[in-house]
């Protein structure tokens, strides 16, 4: 027979893990009479009994932290992981990894079952597309990548708009007026939202292809259109997964950079420089992003007071000749 879990009360007693372990550990300040009356109902109705191990870990720190990103197969983000890892192991903690896979209804899974596992501290790039997706978790939360506006959440994210808005006063200075940026929509609001925002402050022209539910052939057709075009334009991939599939369509429409276009990217991890004489780049940090969450975190857990403070890392330009 199945044991009985916390999950299993707080689903029975419509309520969340979270405040299910407040009720059991004692923490009755924020929690209603009813809410308390219906979890003693529930417990009692499904014979629920604590662990001796759980309990111990009510009492004490799991020294867990759990750690959920948008997508676990982005180079991104085992770099982002391998900078939260580097401060919390040596601090004493295990480092719990959940993909969300872009979606809120996954992610709100994954905080579930971190909440479960009464971790000590999350570290989240947010899949939901506003603050208030997160407003009842009740866990030392730092966001990292993805910004959400107006959040009370610490976070640490890439100068993404800054970056871009400098990027398009170069292409300015270099003779450019016409932008075509390429992305894929991922997320209500990802890195991509501040890169396209920072273009579009410039006054340039930009014209955006999204390529959610496309493919290479799709992004073929419509750069054909600029096989003559008068203007040479910029072709700026907004994350770097996607400058396979514009090479890929830039050589299917027999299009050359920088001869015919100019090519810009965000990011590559180091592989663009031997295509050519390499492409232009704007490099983010993630490792360091992913320390600072991290430190952050750790600052919070340690001190038991929560930050508002929003930390920007320095995206670096690697100029390339691909302009």
Request: hydrophobic residues 45%.
């Amino acid at each position: 027979m199945k044991n009985t879990t916390i999950a299993d009360v707080a689903a029975a007693a419509d309520v969340s893990v979270t405040t299910v372990s407040r009720y059991l550990n004692g923490n009755y300040q924020k929690m209603s009479a009813a809410t308390k009356q219906r979890i003693k109902e529930t417990i009692a109705t499904l014979h629920y009994a604590p662990k001796a191990s759980a309990r111990k870990m009510r009492q004490d720190h799991s020294q867990l932290i759990g750690v959920v990103v948008g997508d676990i197969a982005n180079v991104f983000s085992s770099l982002l992981f391998k900078g939260i890892y580097d401060v919390l192991q040596p601090a004493g903690y295990d480092v719990l990894l959940m993909n969300a896979n872009n979606t809120a209804t996954t992610e709100h899974f994954e905080l579930t079952r971190l909440a479960a596992q009464q971790v000590d501290g999350i570290i989240l790039q947010p899949s939901a597309a506003t603050a208030a997706a997160y407003a009842g978790l009740t866990i030392p939360t730092v966001i990292v990548d993805r910004q959400l506006p107006n959040s009370p959440l610490a976070q640490v994210l890439s100068s993404n708009f800054d970056a871009s808005y400098q990027l398009g006063q170069h292409l300015r200075e270099q003779g450019y007026r016409h932008l075509i940026t390429v992305g894929r929509a991922v997320a209500p609001h990802t890195a991509q939202t501040d890169r396209l925002a920072g273009l579009t402050a410039t006054g340039l022209s930009v014209i955006h292809l999204d390529m959610t539910g496309h493919g290479a052939p799709w992004l073929t057709q419509q750069l054909r259109q600029y096989q003559q075009a008068p203007d040479k334009p910029v072709i700026i991939s907004l994350m770097g997964p996607l400058l396979f599939e514009i090479l890929a369509s830039l050589k299917a429409a027999h299009l050359h950079f920088p001869a015919d276009v100019g090519l810009v990217s965000f990011d590559d991890w180091q592989w663009s420089q031997y295509v050519n004489d390499g492409i232009y780049l704007l490099q983010q940090q993630p490792a360091l992003m992913g320390q600072l969450a991290a430190t952050t975190l750790l600052h919070q857990l340690t001190t038991t007071t929560s930050t508002t403070m929003t930390q920007y890392v320095p995206v670096a330009p690697v100029v390339k000749p691909s302009l």
